[in-house]
């Protein structure tokens, strides 16, 4: 039989053998009548294949032929792997192919709209590139996310969609090892879970409606229907008015609900434990793309700490204020204050990753619980890393006339969210949970500058396509 081999797994212990890669033609250069290279990339990896007339085997019309295919066309290649003396520059992978047959599956126009190899260089290799002359040109970020589909093939794009595959396995690995249920909410619902500013509303049948802003109500609901530690991975909508680095109009929501026998830091307890698991895997498992992302990116590794630190809001109000910056101690904090607070933390306890709760309730959604000693503050609770937040969650208000109270006090139509209220009519469990933003995670965990490099096709407030 035929053996395919994919480019990114063409190693030294294949030398001599035949096999059949399926790639795109990644760069061509005809040497002369009888000798061509052709480098062929799959999935961000890179393979150099030799022509060389051979008769019988390979004629000079094949060579003819491989010159003059359009870049980014998918080639057949059929060869034996060679292990040439001289690492070769430029291609991923250190073995080299000598072409036996070349196949064209699919033709790429001639001319791209962007160039795949400015697309694929970092910052400092474009100094480099112009302190040499060489023409280079910086693909703006409009322009790739116009022509996403060409931008995705570059190293460090597959990385990035691979780390972030990798990020929702591992929570649904480790969630389910710990008992949870992974359950589906409904996307178009009738209220607001949010808050009313951020929500896209929709007709639905003559009816209004909106589209979910987060599984909030719905996964509570599937506490009072006795699932006792649920999750679910899947979109989010928000009406974003604000075009900034971090928030998008649709995300990918990880988000988790759960039982709580005594404590809200049962939350924190699991959270913590999740977030060790997802990095240590990523650490170990994703060495190829991080390598690729960083090749592009650079980064510093993320700092964390076997017991997550976790801090009170008051402490770090007290943190800000010690470096001269004062802030509210009943309100929020903001972008800056927190990225301020993320490098105090990094100096004082050496960790990019950490917890704050206890956060003023009046910053909080309506369905938050107040802490018992001390009703101005909630059991409630963000994550950061590098200074940027990646979660926030809570333990929730399972008494519906303070639920239907709270709810009013900040302005929320009740009649949209009475089969919410009612669901704790009839005998609710204590419970809390939490809210990750996916994008954000694999944006920071590697310190991308933007949402949009982690997001496939990104939706934000000017941009619905592609
Ligand atoms: O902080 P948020 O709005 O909290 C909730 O949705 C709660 N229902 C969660 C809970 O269980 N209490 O959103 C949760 C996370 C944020 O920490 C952030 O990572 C992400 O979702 N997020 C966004 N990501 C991208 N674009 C946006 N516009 C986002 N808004 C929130």
Redesign the pocket.
Known sequence: GRKWTRVGSLMDELKDQQILVRGRAHAIRGVSSKMAFLVVREAGYTVQCVLNVNPGVVSKGMVKFVTGLSKESIVDVEGIVTVPNIAITGASQQVEIHVRKVYCVSKSQPTLPINLEDAARSEKEFEKAEQTGEHVVRVGQDTRLNYRVLDLRTPANQGIFRVQSYVSMLFRQFLISEGFVELHTPKLIAGA??GGS?VFKLDYKGQPACLA????LH?QMAICADFGRVFEIGP?F?A?DSFTH????E?T?L???MEIKEHYFEVLDILDKLFITIFDGLNEHCKKELHAINQQYPFEPLKYLRKTLRLTFQEGVQMLKEAGIEVDPLGDFNTETERKLGGLVREKYDTDFYILHRYPLAVR?FY?MPCIDDPLYSN?F??FIRGE??????QRVHEPEFLTKRAKELGIDVNTISTYIDSFRWGAVPHG?????L???VMLFCALNN?RKTSLFPRDPQRLAP
């Open positions: 879970s949010e951020s802003q987060s599984p909030q996964k989010v928000r974003e971090r928030h998008l109009c995300f929501g988000d988790l609900e959604p938050t409630s963000d994550v937040e990646i979660i926030s969650g809570a949970g939490l809210g990750v933003g994008e954000r995670v949402i």
